[in-house]
């Protein structure tokens, strides 16, 4: 195990919960714990058993005022998460003393985490790979029931468990590559090997190929499909978004880092978390064109990952709706035909043939109808109605994905190499760049800085 310095950092969320939790990994982590710790009994945490919880008090050693009365768990590694000492203090008493433990504990020898520093620890110790790691950063991100269970899965290694067959599988493909090199006299090992060559990295492509395509999927589970309201003014638009984010508890967000006028939404539809995007511009100026200008709102309209188009079934097609329809083809779009409860105007001949196989739902929000059918074309659209199907590995980070399209191409060049007759000794390179590329996905060969790079996007005291 790496000789790693004490480290604390309060690890339960910032604000007014009823427990906090201040934490200490590594090899002084019980010692320092003692300076401060004193049980009503005198014993020290230092006798205690591993894996016990202590009554007891939180003393300022300088004054001995009693700063908190907590319960202290003592986690003796390597069976921890960071394979190292843990100590965790449960306080009680809100912000302020909470606060207060963590400053004593690092007058007293400890230092302050960076963020994502346990995690980073259970990985350099070998508690967990790399994927593993990622995957509770998503955790920690996730916004929905779905992007968790991604998350779970991954790190629960199922992820991992594939890159290291597929590892395998090449490992063995270069052995054989060895027989051939080495005996190259006989015919009928040279026979064996380019056919058994070409069925074996064949394989590997494809299941790669296979975890590339998940990837899409991967990607809307973890960061929300991006989906924009788009109609002339009065159809319904702000309705619409109300419905949906009553019927499913949202998240409202500002981007970090962008213009605070946009505000995304996060609501989860049938297990699909949808990314409203610009709700602000729907909920104030009520009409996006007007408030941010044509060429920013054909840029939204680039970047969105499904339009709901809506429109008014009380009065006729416009040419300002020909319009839109025009903006979003070669885009996912449903179509809502909204007020269905006033009289007809609109000819839904016409917008059938204009949606051309789109999805059209026709809804009168007013009195919440069509929700549920909306709600069920935007699920069948994003996962052709098989969401339940819980048993692919997604792939949803886009380092992996990154990794993963290299080792795409690494494995088709061996292949077009072996097909075309190139010393096998060539092939061998593109199998073990394969080999190796896999191989950074769960970690096992990374340098240093992008790992700091990595852990540094976790929450402090993960
Ligand atoms: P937006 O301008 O597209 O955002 O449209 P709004 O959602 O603000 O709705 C405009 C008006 O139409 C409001 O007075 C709504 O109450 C009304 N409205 C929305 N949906 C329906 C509906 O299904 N039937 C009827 N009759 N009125 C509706
Ligand atoms: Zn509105």
């Given at each position: 195990m790496l000789e790693l310095d004490t480290i604390a950092a309060i690890s339960t969320p910032m604000g007014e919960g009823a427990i906090a939790i201040v934490r200490l990994s590594g090899e002084e982590a019980i010692a320092i714990a003692d300076r401060i710790f004193k049980s009503p009994s005198g014993k020290t945490l230092s006798t205690v058993a591993s894996h016990t919880i202590n009554y007891g008090n939180i003393i300022d050693p300088k004054t001995n005022d009693v700063v908190e009365e907590v319960m202290v768990s003592v986690m003796r590694g390597p069976k921890t998460f960071t394979r190292e000492d843990i100590i965790e203090i449960n306080c009680h008493g809100g912000l302020v003393s909470v606060n207060r433990v963590l400053q004593l504990i690092l007058t007293n020898g400890a230092r302050l985490a960076e963020p994502g520093e346990f995690t980073?620890?259970?990985?350099?110790?070998?508690?967990?790979?790399?994927?593993?790691?990622?995957?509770?950063?998503?955790?920690?991100?996730?916004?929905?029931?779905?992007?968790?269970?991604?998350?779970?899965?991954?790190?629960?290694?199922?992820?991992?468990?594939?890159?290291?067959?597929?590892?395998?599988?090449?490992?063995?493909?270069?052995?054989?590559?060895?027989?051939?090199?080495?005996?190259?006299?006989?015919?009928?090992?040279?026979?064996?090997?380019?056919?058994?060559?070409?069925?074996?990295?064949?394989?590997?492509?494809?299941?790669?190929?296979?975890?590339?395509?998940?990837?899409?999927?991967?990607?809307?589970?973890?960061?929300?499909?991006?989906?924009?309201?788009?109609?002339?003014?009065?159809v319904?638009?702000?309705?619409?978004?109300?419905?949906?984010?009553?019927?499913?508890?949202?998240?409202?967000?500002?981007?970090?880092?962008?213009?605070?006028?946009?505000?995304?939404?996060?609501?989860?539809?049938?297990?699909?978390?949808?990314?409203?995007?610009?709700?602000?511009?729907?909920?104030?100026?009520e009409d996006i064109v007007e408030r941010i200008g044509v060429e920013r709102s054909r840029q939204y309209l680039?970047?969105?990952?499904?339009?709901?188009?809506?429109?008014?079934?009380?009065?006729?097609?416009?040419?300002?709706?020909?319009?839109?329809?025009?903006?979003?083809?070669?885009?996912?779009?449903?179509?809502?035909?909204?007020?269905?409860?006033?009289?007809?105007?609109?000819?839904?001949?016409?917008?059938?043939?204009?949606?051309?196989?789109?999805?059209?739902?026709?809804?009168?929000?007013?009195?919440?109808?069509?929700?549920?059918?909306?709600?069920?074309?935007?699920?069948?659209?994003?996962?052709?109605?098989?969401?339940?199907?819980?048993?692919?590995?997604?792939?949803?980070?886009?380092?992996?994905?990154?990794?993963?399209s290299q080792a795409e191409q690494a494995i088709e060049e061996a292949i077009v190499g072996i097909e075309s007759g190139i010393p096998i000794d060539i092939v061998q390179i593109d199998l073990t760049r394969t080999w190796e590329i896999l191989g950074e996905v769960i970690g096992e060969s990374v340098h240093e800085s992008l790992i700091d790079q990595l852990f540094s996007q976790f929450c402090l005291g993960k």
């Open positions: 980073k620890r259970a990985f350099l110790n070998g508690r967990i790979d790399l994927s593993q790691a990622e995957a509770v950063m998503d955790l920690i991100r996730a916004k929905t029931d779905r992007a968790m269970n991604v998350a779970i899965k991954q790190m629960e290694g199922r992820l991992s468990n594939l890159i290291r067959r597929l590892r395998q599988e090449i490992l063995e493909t270069l052995a054989h590559v060895e027989v051939n090199i080495d005996y190259p006299e006989y015919d009928d090992v040279e026979e064996m090997t380019h056919r058994m060559l070409i069925e074996k990295a064949s394989n590997v492509r494809s299941e790669i190929q296979t975890l590339l395509q998940t990837s899409q999927q991967g990607k809307i589970l973890r960061e929300g499909l991006a989906t924009v309201i788009v109609g002339r003014p009065n319904g638009k702000s309705s619409l978004l109300n419905s949906l984010v009553q019927d499913t508890k949202a998240i409202v967000t500002d981007i970090p880092g962008t213009t605070r006028d946009v505000i995304e939404e996060y609501v989860n539809v049938r297990g699909v978390p949808l990314r409203l995007v610009d709700t602000a511009g729907i909920r104030e100026t680039k970047e969105a990952d499904l339009i709901l188009l809506v429109l008014n079934y009380h009065d006729e097609l416009t040419h300002e709706d020909e319009q839109l329809f025009e903006a979003v083809r070669g885009m996912d779009y449903i179509v809502i035909v909204n007020k269905t409860d006033l009289t007809k105007k609109i000819d839904l001949d016409k917008v059938y043939e204009l949606a051309s196989g789109h999805p059209v739902v026709t809804t009168a929000l007013v009195q919440e109808q069509g929700v549920d059918q909306l709600e069920e074309a935007i699920s069948s659209l994003f996962f052709e109605g098989n969401i339940e199907a819980q048993d692919l590995t997604y792939v949803s980070n886009s380092r992996h994905i990154g990794l993963l």
